[in-house]
């Protein structure tokens, strides 16, 4: 025993394990201890994957090459969209447990693990990703760790819950309209939506291929950089993955601030924020000396983003929606259906506003390197909460939550999400780069960090 | 609108060969009705002819 590492960051215990301080075996001990612990509370794991995740801590600690994987002995889990072999890969749903356990691994997994990290299990979600909430009918909602009634954020609720809870230092979440940002936000941790296109998609379960990514949670940005690094690669098993070289980013952490010139979001994404998102922001504002800027449009693109998602969604499910409509969670149902009934001609013009959109939020960077806005507008809701007041208006929780996120995935920007540690609650900010350049949101969120501005909150659990 | 919305869903369902409960049809409603609003947001930004759609989406 050397010490307890159920709140160590992945760097530190890859250093650990590394040098032989620690076994991969006795933190993958401590962790399904701690799982096994808090997860009866917290609801974030839908499968433990102990058997596996002991063996491949034993493989690690008799691999003689131990002390230069970057992620050795880190255990991570998984939102249960990502395939894992021996499991059928449900995304949420009942009507998915039926299917063929998984062959093979995602890509993203077999990359984590090759670098040593070592996968415990995987994670509670909405279902089939068409959620900002992180409660599901099926499984009951992952819970968020500062505060167990109230909600995680969907729809990797369960990542949120379980980085944030002290149940893994790492984990990976999908990304269609905000589901890595919204949980980082009410679950007060990093996390990484990077460029549409650089990260595989491979054996996932999509959503709306369109805007699908996948990402990092973690509870540092050096951790979402090292498993960012880990994962990038070329893969023609992803049709939008694009060919082009990994760039790392962890070594560029330290190089902070030094030449960036950061902006803040005004206008749209000022509009409906509680103060808690606004204070949020303009602390980070500060910080980073950022002037106001406008993104054009961008109410414009959250619709777009809403109507595209609304159709392509249901386009994947329409069979499903035809055969085993009493299976689906009503929510997301009566969602899915209304989406099947949107003329086509509405879905092309949304297509065409996405080209014209891109180019108009491109030209701001040649402003600018990076562009700040909030995360979510509003704190953890109360578990069940249907409605909130934005701005004087009540409108629906579950679409809504992504109000802020929806404009920046809809052209695939990447964009890390920082956490302000505000009390009781804490809530996210977005740090938004050009296309590929996750080594500037990164740098960016570094250097909050660093200036103690950003921070994940460790609970009282 | 709100009665031709009714009718919509309903031929869109028998059209479409989609179930559609009774019960379920004010939550399909409440739900089309939004999507439409913002399709309408979108289609009321009047782009050129030959603006291009951006299906396969290369950042």
Known sequence: ?461 | MTDKLDSYIEAAAEALNLPLDPAWKPAVKANLAVTLGHAATVAEFALPDEAEPAPIYKV
């Open chain 1, 1 to 461: 025993m050397s010490g307890d590492h159920t709140w160590s960051t992945a760097a530190e215990i890859a250093s650990a394990v590394g040098s032989g301080n620690v076994s991969a075996a006795e933190v993958t001990a401590q962790i399904l201890a701690v799982i096994d612990r808090r997860n009866p509370v917290f609801n974030a794991f839908t499968a433990v994957t102990a058997e596996r995740a002991v063996a491949r801590a034993r493989a690690i600690d008799a691999s003689p090459g131990k002390s230069k994987l970057p992620l050795a002995g880190v255990p991570f889990a998984v939102k249960n969209l990502f395939d894992i072999e021996g499991l059928p890969t449900v995304a949420g749903s009942k009507i998915n447990r039926a299917r063929t356990p998984a062959s093979r691994d995602a890509v993203l997994i077999e990359r984590l693990e090759a670098t040593g990290a070592v996968l415990v299990g995987a994670l509670n979600m909405g279902e089939y990703a068409y959620d900002f909430t992180g409660e599901n009918v099926h499984d009951g909602p992952s819970r968020n760790p500062h505060d167990p009634a109230r909600m995680s954020g969907g729809s990797s609720g369960g990542s949120g819950s379980a980085v944030g809870g002290g149940m893994v230092p790492l984990a990976l979440g999908s990304d269609t309209n905000g589901s890595i940002r919204v949980p980082s936000s009410l679950c007060g941790i990093f996390g990484l939506k990077p460029t549409y296109g650089r990260l595989t998609r491979a054996r996932s379960f999509p959503f709306v291929a369109s805007l699908d990514h996948l990402g990092p949670f973690a509870r540092t940005v050096r951790d979402l950089a090292l498993s960012y690094d880990a994962m990038q690669g070329f893969d023609a098993d992803d049709a939008a993955c694009v060919d082009r070289p990994a760039e790392s980013t962890a070594p560029f952490l330290e190089q902070g601030l030094n030449g960036l010139r950061v902006a803040v979001a005004g206008g749209y994404f000022r509009k409906g924020a509680s103060p808690e998102a606004l204070g949020a922001l303009d602390t980070v504002a500060k910080a980073l000396n950022a002037r106001e800027i406008e993104i054009p449009h961008a109410h414009r693109a959250r619709a777009a983003a809403y109507v595209i998602t609304a159709t392509e969604g249901a386009a994947l499910h329409l069979e499903r929606l035809r055969r085993q409509a009493g299976d689906f969670d009503p929510a997301v149902r009566d969602r899915l259906i209304a989406g099947a009934m949107v003329p086509s001609t509405l879905v092309v013009k949304a297509q065409n506003f996405r080209r014209w959109y891109r180019e108009a939020v491109l030209a701001l960077f040649k402003e600018c390197d990076a562009i700040i806005a909030p995360a979510t507008p509003v704190t953890a809701p109360k578990l069940g909460q249907v409605n909130f007041t934005l701005d004087g208006v009540e409108l629906s929780v579950r679409p809504n939550m992504g109000l802020y996120t929806q404009p920046i995935s809809f052209i695939g920007l990447p964009v890390a999400a920082v956490p302000v540690p505000l009390k009781p609650l804490p809530i996210g900010v977005q740090i938004i780069a050009a296309p590929w350049r996750e080594d500037v949101a990164l740098r960016v969120a570094y250097a909050l960090e660093k200036m103690g501005v950003a921070a994940a909150p460790r609970p009282r659990l």
